[in-house]
T-cell receptor
Framework: EAGVTQFPSHSVIEKGQTVTLRCDPI?????LYWYRRVMGKEIKFLLH????????ESGMPNNRFLAERTGGTYSTLKVQPAELEDSGVYFC???????????FGQGTRLTVV | GENVEQHPSTLSVQEGDSAVIKCTYS??????FPWYKQELGKRPQLIID?????GEKKDQRIAVTLNKTAKHFSLHITETQPEDSAVYFC???????????FGSGTRLQVQP
């Protein structure tokens, strides 16, 4: 069974540019989460999809971040325009049920210079 | 909102010794507490979890204890090995958000 996959694994962009991260959850997992880890800190919740609907996006830092999950399969997280403080590792996770194990992707390391 | 505090931030032990990592949480309705291990350059992976209807759970060299009254839970690793070196994250299920809230992580280093 394929796990959660994220693309790209690394991205280096200049301040002001746009970046789009992609996450492919485990097939059949309705729940998809985006998290971010800034250097040395906790893995912080960004948002939660149930199928194609945003269940909770209270963790999104500001309106420069836009997440979509059209069709309820893969998800994208766009940062536009990127700022220096957006640097970090962005993780995606999926689960079959909110009460069961969440499986993580390998993360996208975003560096804004 | 829900808050999870994790201590220590770094932990160094000699191979064969035990390691203990502690977390406290604020949401009294939380009922699911997983622990994730993240090795360098790899994804976080679930190593053990506990639900609120039990006080302790063991899986070989790792165990987790939960004290719901005090709202804290701990990870215990016995007979540590170099391959246990990693960052460990505790988490709980935020019942309002229905997503995991993580602690800040503990970097465990096992010295051979």
């Amino acid at each position: 069974e394929a796990g959660v996959t994220q693309f790209p694994s690394h991205s280096v962009i200049e301040k002001g540019q746009t970046v789009t991260l992609r996450c492919d959850p485990i097939s059949g997992h309705d729940n998809l989460y985006w998290y971010r880890r800034v250097m040395g800190k906790e893995i912080k919740f960004l948002l939660h999809f149930v199928k194609e609907s945003k269940q909770d996006e209270s963790g999104m830092p500001n309106n420069r971040f836009l997440a979509e999950r059209t069709g309820g399969t893969y998800s994208t997280l766009k940062v536009q325009p990127a700022e220096l403080e957006d640097s970090g590792v962005y993780f995606c996770a999926s689960s079959q049920d909110t009460r069961t194990e969440a499986f993580f992707g390998q993360g996208t390391r975003l560096t804004v210079v | 909102g829900e808050n999870v505090e994790q201590h220590p931030s770094t932990l160094s032990v000699q191979e064969g010794d035990s390691a203990v990592i502690k977390c406290t949480y604020s949401d009294s309705a939380s009922n699911y507490f997983p622990w994730y291990k993240q090795e360098l350059g790899k994804r976080p992976q679930l190593i053990i979890d506990i639900r609120s209807n039990v006080g302790e759970k063991k899986d070989q060299r790792i165990a987790v204890t939960l004290n719901k009254t005090a709202k804290h839970f701990s990870l215990h690793i016995t007979e540590t090995q170099p391959e246990d070196s990693a960052v460990y994250f505790c988490a709980d299920l935020d019942t309002g958000r229905r997503a995991l809230t993580f602690g800040s992580g503990t970097r465990l280093q096992v010295q051979p």
